[in-house]
């Protein structure tokens, strides 16, 4: 969420590593690039379409499997970057993670903060599905197949727009498709912030220092400026811009996965969702729940070709 780089890598990094992971599983058709990398062949893209009038950021990358002619259950990928940065940009290795799986892929970018503040990106990223659903058959995808997968900030909007479906508050009807419905069916979420007044707190009992020095609760903090103010002095604001807030027993089953040493976004963020999820279904697989004791704000557990063949079952089980 805070940074773009994970244990030293950047997140496009650990993404080309999962793709790699999973096109080597997969045996896909490769060609030797350049440098000599094996990278599988990338066909059937749609880039930059516009799916959103009102500021050019509200453009999505679309990929399809390479054979077949669908339609294709569709995975929507959301950047993370402390919702002030980040790019949609994907490389070849990371699209084949789930096209070589049958899934069409899309990666879209919203407003930053910087340009403008929340609901902006929870609107975006709705805007986007519409936009999908709306066009399902030209772009061959399955309108009632879809999740969100995100990290991070990323990770937050997924969850966010996870539960709360077409609640109308974070719809803006000038962003267009408003007749489609926003609803999702399923998300994966990687160390996710779903409470925001509760992060400090939760550093501080995870034994992390204040982060920044100043701490999540400050206007100068990736919270503070998705908010537009110190996230304690707009409580109300920052209540519904959390996940945990909007829980109810009809909410899509959900993928959580997070390091157990994330000193940016405390484990107990994603520990307070899984809990919520739990309280309202005895049926725990809606929940699914993931600690790598050993990892930070991301690290290698998460690319680990089991974990990737984990994540797969899991948005197979629920869009198939």
């Known amino acids: 969420m805070l940074e773009s780089r994970i244990v030293g890598r950047s997140w496009r990094a650990v993404l080309t590593i999962l793709g790699s992971v999973l096109a080597l599983a997969c045996g896909a058709a490769a060609t030797e690039s350049p440098g000599g990398l094996t990278s599988p062949v ?9 799916y959103a009038a009102l500021d050019p950021a509200q453009k999505l990358d679309l990929y399809l499997p390479s054979t077949g002619a669908g339609p294709f259950p569709l995975v ?39 340009v403008a503040r929340y609901p902006a990106a929870v609107q975006d990223v709705k805007a986007a599905i519409r936009h999908l659903r709306a066009n399902a058959a030209r772009y061959a995808l399955l309108p009632d197949r879809v999740a969100l997968w995100g990290s991070s900030a990323g990770a937050h909007l997924a969850a966010l727009v996870g539960v709360t479906g077409d609640i109308a508050m974070f719809d803006d009807p000038a962003l ?9 069916q399923a998300v994966v979420s990687w160390f996710a912030p779903t409470e925001i007044l ?33 996230p304690s002095s707009v409580p ?21 996965q997070h390091g157990g040493r994330d000193c940016m976004v405390p484990t107990r963020q994603s520990v307070r969702l899984r809990d919520g999820l739990r309280a309202l ?35 197979a089980r629920y869009l198939r």
Request: aromatic share 8%.
């Open 198 to 230: 509760t992060m400090d707190t939760d550093n501080a009992a995870q034994g992390c220092p204040l982060f920044g020095g100043t701490g999540h609760d400050s206007p100068t903090s990736p919270e503070g400026l998705f908010l537009g103010a110190r």
């Open 42 to 50: 990338l066909v059937r893209q749609q880039l930059d379409v516009v």
């Open 236 to 256: 109300i604001v920052a209540r519904d811009a959390s996940p945990v807030t909007w829980l109810t027993v009809d909410d899509p089953p959900f993928l959580l």
């Open 76 to 114: 929507i990928w959301i950047h993370g970057g402390g919702w002030f940065q980040g790019d949609k940009v994907l490389d070849t290795l990371s699209v084949q993670l789930l096209t070589t799986r049958g899934f069409a892929l899309a990666s879209l970018n919203y407003r930053l903060s910087g």
């Open 176 to 184: 267009g498709n408003s007749a489609q419905s926003a609803r999702v």
């Open 281 to 315: 279904t005895s049926d725990t697989t809606r929940s699914s729940w993931t600690l790598f004791p050993q990892d930070g704000h991301g690290g290698p557990s998460f690319t680990t070709p089991a974990n990737v063949e984990l994540v797969i079952a899991f948005l």
